[in-house]
């Protein structure tokens, strides 16, 4: 047994440096979509394609709680996720457990569509445009426009069941998720089997960030 | 009933149910609006017409600002096409003064983003109407210039028109 009040680290610095940018962004994304603010908009929309491209690289390089390949689980382990939430037990997992896992590839998903349709989005009075948008027609950019609106719909939806899901967590079972996506840990108590700390190194938060770095470059290198 | 013939009695309800479904919420209403939609207003064409074209020469309008936009952006713009998109938009909105008349709201049953305010404060509408095109007419007039400045502001300023109009007439903005 480790020794008591030992704590491991869950999420690495860059996850939650990540998680609490993406809600800065979303909301502003929000805002400056709603206002029609759209320089704002198309800025922070680069840096949004930034955090995104960083968080997917992350999800084949990074840590165990943050890649994509650990966090696939098998039906079978999401139906007992599912029956143990039915019979109001908890098990914490660490890391994302199997339908936390679908939620975030849920909102990854959402967001990567966010981001690639709004780069070739044209308004309706074609005055607007995303930064690539020249690169497609008028009528495509407005298809893409109609997607990047219901998608948002969608991202929405999934962000309010994500609030909803940790609010459950904390009513039901006690247990508070929003503190160790800011501090990173957890106590090892939480856990059954004692768990390895996480290691995030160097030279791999650079390959993920120099890539982040090179696809907004890209973006704003064709679109001008 | 046998057997054999529930699932082609269910699936002939279900198509007829569909059939209604599409008819209904504003059935009782369809009749009026039908008449109300055929009747020729003061620009010589039913709403529906209308309605369809407004929308086809705006359409075209923003495709042409698209063009305009992106060749704005790029570092050698292709003036001829930037000169001939300036120019189908003063052509394009040629008869704008008839595109709004009497009838052609909401109210007719067309679906239109066109708000009823246009029709109970026609004066303001029509002073910015007015501006665009005096806007857009100064647009094709710079654009045959030449000047990428020149041009760059007479758009931002034909642009800022067209936001003047729909900020206040136009739903969903």
């Excluded at chain 2, 120019?87 to 040629?94: G, K």
Aim: aromatic fraction near 8%; glycine fraction near 8%; hydrophobic fraction near 50%.
């Amino acid at each position: 047994m480790p020794p008591a009040g030992s704590r491991v680290l869950v999420w690495d610095w860059t996850v939650r440096l990540f998680h609490w940018l993406l809600v800065l962004g979303v909301a502003a994304m929000w805002w400056t979509g709603e206002q029609g603010m759209m320089d704002w908009h198309r800025r922070l929309g680069l840096i949004l394609l930034g955090l995104i491209v960083y968080r997917l690289f992350w999800g084949l390089v990074g840590p165990d709680t943050a890649r994509f390949t650990r966090m696939v689980a098998r039906p079978g382990a999401i139906m007992a996720c599912v029956r143990d939430l039915i019979g109001r037990r908890h098990r914490p997992h660490f890391g994302h457990n199997p339908l936390g896992s679908l939620s975030v590839f849920a909102m990854l998903l959402a967001l990567a569509t966010q981001v690639s349709t709004g780069l070739f989005s044209v308004d309706v009075d074609g005055l607007e445009s995303g930064p690539l948008a020249s690169k497609v027609s008028f009528e495509t950019g407005r298809l893409l426009a109609e997607i990047h609106e219901t998608s948002f719909k969608v991202l929405l939806a999934l962000i309010a069941l994500h609030v909803i899901a940790i609010a459950a967590y904390l009513l039901l079972f006690k247990d508070n998720l929003v503190r160790p996506m800011v501090t990173g840990h957890r106590p090892q108590t939480d856990f059954d089997t004692p768990q390895q700390t996480l290691r995030a190194p160097w030279p791999r938060i650079a390959a993920a960030a120099a890539t982040a770095c090179a696809v907004v470059y890209g973006v704003l290198a064709i679109g001008g | 009933m046998t057997h054999r013939q529930i699932p082609f009695a269910f699936a002939a309800l279900a198509g007829l149910a569909l059939l209604g479904a599409c008819g209904s919420g504003d059935a009782p209403a369809a009749a009026d609006d039908a008449e109300v939609a055929a009747t020729p207003l003061a620009n010589g064409l039913t709403a529906a017409e209308t309605v369809a074209a407004r929308q086809g020469h705006l359409k075209a309008v923003g495709k042409a600002f698209k063009t305009i936009s992106d060749g704005l952006k790029e570092s050698e713009p292709d003036m001829a096409a930037i000169q001939a998109a300036a120019a189908s938009v003063t052509f394009e909105t040629a008869g704008m003064a008839d595109w709004f008349p009497e009838g052609s709201g909401p109210a007719s049953g067309v679906k239109t983003d066109a708000l009823p305010v246009i029709w109970e404060t026609r004066a303001d509408f029509d002073s910015k109407t007015a501006d665009f095109k005096a806007a857009a007419a100064t647009l094709a007039t710079v654009a045959q210039v030449g000047d990428i400045a020149a041009i760059t502001e007479a758009f931002k300023a034909t642009g800022a028109t067209c936001k003047a109009c729909h900020q206040t007439y136009r739903a969903d903005d």
